[in-house]
């Protein structure tokens, strides 16, 4: 059973910055890629950021220019740096990795921007 588990969200003023963290159960080289998703309420889950087994990266419109995933694949960890952080980036953010053999999630980290 692969496991995903985020950690570093919380409550940040408009402007500040957060980093989260996803620690994986097995190698992160392993997946296709891994990638950041978010929900805020009553929307449905959206692409924040992806990167794939040989490193290119991919951004939602919304964040370019302001948040940034990386990996450490001694840790087997993922990392979303956020910074000018705005009210809509407000949701629960959730860790992916595209497999194989299929597609696992973590549980999720709160992100709370205030203005």
């Known amino acids: 059973q692969v496991q995903l588990v985020e950690s570093g969200g919380g409550l940040v003023q408009a402007g500040g910055s957060l980093r989260l963290s996803c620690a994986a159960s097995?190698?992160?080289?392993?997946?296709?890629?891994m990638g950041w998703y978010r929900q805020a309420p009553g929307n449905e889950r959206e692409l924040v950021a992806t990167?794939?087994?040989?490193?290119?990266?991919n951004y939602a419109d919304s964040v370019k220019g302001r948040f940034t995933i990386s990996r450490d694949g001694a840790k087997n960890t993922v990392f979303l740096q956020m910074n000018s952080l705005k009210p809509e980036d407000t949701a629960v953010y959730y860790c992916?990795?595209?497999?194989?053999?299929?597609?696992?999630w973590g549980q999720g980290t709160q992100v709370t921007v205030s203005s």
């Open positions: 992916r990795g595209f497999g194989p053999p299929v597609s696992y």
């Open positions: 097995r190698s992160i080289v392993s997946f296709v890629a």
């Open positions: 990167i794939n087994i040989g490193g290119s990266t």
